[in-house]
């Protein structure tokens, strides 16, 4: 059997410039009229042609801020009363302190993405960036989960649509 507690390196291939230094939105908000911008490595240039073509990016990153060690059970902070499994969050304290958005890209200069709303704190490294696609990302079947469990629709909502509001 495979060892199962390995560690792997991986390249920092840019930089998240955003307005949040150390507050953040919980998700992406799409309406966040700030300024976000990918910064990515000259030498990883090259490899954005054609990605303006699409208009919706993953982003991948590493939440370098976080100095908690992770919990396998966890209470979302605006689901008070309600425990589930780490895996079954979108919680930044992980074994793998990786965070992945889905973004619009407004436009693409030289090596810099400026996107719609992130919900990383400025300077976060970057580690990949990869097309959104419809139909074979968009699963319209997906529901949410235990989320809704938690008889809080009225909060829910302001999630999905990128409401802001206090947690
Ligand atoms: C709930 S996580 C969601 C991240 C991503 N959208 C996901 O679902 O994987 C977003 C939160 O992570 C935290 N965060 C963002 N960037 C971070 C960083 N560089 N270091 C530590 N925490 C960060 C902020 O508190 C932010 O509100």
């Given amino acids: ?36 911008i990918l910064i990515l490595d000259e030498k990883y240039k090259d490899g954005l ?15 370098h801020k976080i100095k908690k ?29 990786i965070g992945i958005s889905i973004v619009e890209i407004k436009k693409i200069i030289d090596n810099k993405i400026y996107t719609s709303g992130l919900d990383a704190f400025n300077n976060t490294p970057l580690l990949d960036i ?18 809704l469990d938690t008889n809080n629709e009225e909060h829910l909502n302001l999630h999905i649509k990128g409401i802001p509001h206090n947690h």
Avoid: C, H
């Fill in 1 to 36: 059997m495979n060892k199962l507690d390995n560690t792997y390196n991986l390249k920092q291939i840019g930089i998240i410039r955003t307005p949040y230094e150390n507050s953040a939105p919980y998700q992406p908000l799409q309406n966040d009229e700030n300024e976000f």
């Fill in 69 to 97: 060690e992770p919990k396998m059970l966890i209470t979302p902070p605006w689901a008070e009363n309600k425990t589930v499994g780490l895996f079954a969050s979108r919680s930044p304290v992980r074994p793998n302190p």
């Fill in 49 to 63: 042609k054609e990605l303006d073509k699409f208009s919706f990016i993953y982003i991948i990153y590493y939440m």
């Fill in 130 to 147: 990869k097309p959104y696609i419809n139909d074979l990302d968009k699963k319209s079947n997906a529901g949410y989960g235990w989320i």
